[in-house]
């Protein structure tokens, strides 16, 4: 019976590795990878846990409307390195540590790389918020609400849906040699605000946020740098469970929506680095070698008159007039 067990493993093994290979290949023209249920699922239950236990999660994560007119702290109020960080007093290792996990991070970044930052990132179902805070993040594409959030509970990142943008949004002025990567804790479906990507976005290379995009259709997306230079896309919405594992390059669109169910999803999200003194060939500088004349854009947004873009957005699913 050992020997029978051994055999369907090391058959489940070949199995991934053969998955792997054909999510590398793809890379190139996609821009992202699924590694599906590659994690434990019971170390990402123990995790779970343990996150569920450090605070009440409810609207007692707010801060008071007052106390938000009085110091509105719009800015630095995420988890950064080595700064007020909850992911980095966990042991991570059945994550970084995990065969195909490193191996596809070595395919993409190379085998000398830096994690610039993992955080957890949690989909806030929106009985936790407040009215008066659910007024102004309801007409906003970004929904991050780290500013409403107690200073204690701001270790980890809580979204009320989240506009398309690349993550290149972060780090004006650079071309995106690192990738972002995705790993669900939860088993998320529909309506816990799983991620949606366009797939092979990364070929316009670095566009302004908010992009220029227009439904489609359910299973595609016009995108572009303006209205006279854009065509159809792919379009993935990445419902998976728990031990799934995602990759996509810093200039590939990806967004949510807001969580319609009563369930909270806890992920954890990592940038990934090449080392600059690398030298060996890896696959997101192919990415970079195939667009042509490629810049860092020294502004990645302009969150300005958002209601004079005239285009579809994710968040709200309808044309902002």
């Known amino acids: 019976m050992k020997a029978v067990i051994l055999i369907q493993r090391e058959i489940c093994e070949i199995f991934k590795i053969m998955l792997l290979n054909d999510e590398l290949k793809n890379f190139e023209e996609k821009g992202i990878i699924t590694l599906k249920e590659i994690l434990n699922k019971d170390k990402c239950d123990e995790l779970v846990a343990k996150v569920e236990k450090t605070r009440n999660w409810s609207k007692d994560l707010f801060r008071s409307e007052e106390d938000v007119k009085l110091d ?49 990132v949690v989909g806030v179902p929106e009985d936790w918020i407040p009215r008066w805070v659910q007024n102004i993040v309801s007409i906003k594409l970004n929904g991050n609400l780290g500013s409403y959030i107690k200073k204690d509970f701001r270790n980890v990142s809580y979204f009320r849906g989240i506009d398309y943008h690349m993550d290149l949004i972060d780090h004006p002025g650079q071309i995106g040699d690192y990738i972002t990567v995705y790993v669900y804790l939860n088993d998320t479906d529909i ?36 209205e006279n ?25 990806h967004g949510t929506k ?64």
């Open 72 to 120: 509105p702290q719009m800015t630095k109020t995420n988890p950064g390195r080595g700064v007020q960080n909850l992911a980095e007093e966990y042991d991570l290792d059945f994550i970084e540590k995990n065969e195909h996990f490193k191996s596809c991070v070595n395919s993409l970044v190379g085998e000398d790389y830096e994690i610039i930052l993992k955080k957890f």
């Open 191 to 226: 309506n816990m605000s799983p991620l949606h990507v366009i797939e092979n976005s990364h070929h316009f290379g670095p566009t302004k946020f908010p992009h220029f995009i227009k439904n489609d259709g359910e299973d595609t997306i016009i995108y572009g740098p303006d």
């Open 258 to 321: 807001p969580t319609k169910s009563d369930k909270h999803r806890i992920s954890l999200r990592y940038t990934i680095k090449k080392n600059k003194n690398y030298k060996n060939k890896v696959l997101i500088d192919n990415i970079l070698n195939n667009m042509n004349k490629v810049k860092g854009l020294d502004i990645m947004r302009d969150d300005i008159d958002l209601n004079s873009k005239n285009l579809t957005q994710l968040k709200f699913n309808k044309i902002l007039k």
């Open 229 to 253: 230079n854009h065509k159809k896309f792919n379009k993935q919405i990445l419902t998976g469970n728990k031990g799934t594992v995602y990759f996509w390059s810093s200039i590939t669109l």
